[in-house]
């Protein structure tokens, strides 16, 4: 693999996106910024505003008041401030998987509302963040035992008209080769990695309670690998977007050489089958 001028390997590219729409870091970054110094004056006006009616009340109210509001604006700041630097600098900083959590439960929803007047949409937004999270997940997270990882698939990438469904329990498939499943599969047997397919978010968090992974390797679509991020913090998740040729939920497909730089990356060496 090349190496960039700082010596370091550059980050791989997992994700799978319609050409022309690829996710842009930058963007991310930009909104994370742009959502930090909107919540931080929203906080300030909260402060002045009541400012003179709070002091009738006790002198060292409003000096409370701002005391708090002035650490809410300071955690804010680390937070935001923290992930650019894990961004840019690709390494874990104190409290970095707080500030991942604090970005992807408070900010990603503000974000989400600050790109429409700039003419960015949600899918936008969340694959941006999905780059951003790959790549930390990359850098961050060693390679793991082939058995703590799970291939985490959704439903709809097996066909609409085959008669087996595969959601009880993928040994059923019969690996036709009509879907990407059996490609799928071959992959699982190859490393020794868990595989499962959810039907939806319940069903993948119970999945996740009973293989109990350390790594997941996540395919779906924008809004559902950005939920699955977020309901499964701090566990690490790599997200892989799926194809739709049909529309959402219909017949969709993945790129299997994604899979697999995946599982080269993150299965250690010896504990594959």
Known sequence: MKKGSSGESPPLEFMSATPGKRPRKRLFVGLVT????????????GWIIPLVGLGGIHPSIPWITGILLACCIALIVWAALGLVLQIVWGRPF???????????????????????????????????FIKVNNELTEKQHPALPAERILILLPHC?????CRIRLS???EACERCGRCPVAGLLALRDAYGVNLAIATGGTIARRIVVETRPKLIIAVACERDLTSGIRDTHPLPVLGILNDRPEGPCRNTVVRLDLIEKALQRFVARGSMQ
């Open 34 to 45: 742009g959502a930090s110094i909107l919540l931080c004056l929203f906080l300030l006006a």
């Open 94 to 128: 104190w409290g970095g998987i707080a500030v991942r959590g604090i970005v992807i439960t408070f900010f990603l929803p503000i974000m989400e509302l600050l790109a429409r007047p700039f003419g960015f949409s949600t899918d936008e937004v969340r694959r941006s």
């Open 168 to 170: 009880d329990s993928v």
């Open 157 to 161: 990438l097996q066909r609409a008209d």
